[in-house]
């Protein structure tokens, strides 16, 4: 017996939207995405505690602003959609983006850290004290949080609009 194949999108996001406008993505498929978020937030969950911070109200305020961008995206996200197929096409685009900002956040720390490794040490010193501590990294989780939501809510214009336009050229 043959294994059937998933077809997730992983990181291309023209073809998840192409997808999503002339309604390919089946229900199956947004069920895998569903999982696959779901296995990510059990990873993190999971992975030890570490927040980072020297005082546990920086951990609350980075908590608070994660959630007020996510809620204002997400409410956003469903008037944009104007209540057609939301949670499949929630789920399937933020799991895509989520991943995309991953790497490429991931790749922007890889490359801070060669430059700091490379750079002298009186250089490396002063953009240590100026890249760590709380500050810094309550406003790097609010640059990923905002990223998420500009490249969400355009995805989400972007199918409405090129959905109105498919139908409109099939007519």
Known sequence: MALKQITLIWIRIKELERRLITNKLSEKTGLHYLLAHIVVALIFIYLPEFSGYTSEWYYFAEFLVVLIILIITLKTAFSINKER????????LSF???????IFFTLLHLLYKIIM???PVDLFVFFNNFTTGDIPNLLFTFIISLSFYFLLTRAFKRINL???EFRASNI
């Open 96 to 102: 895509v983006i989520g991943l995309r900002l991953l």
């Open 162 to 164: 090129d959905q109105g």
């Open 85 to 92: 197929d939301f949670l499949k096409r929630a789920i399937s």
């Open 117 to 119: 490794f490379i750079i």
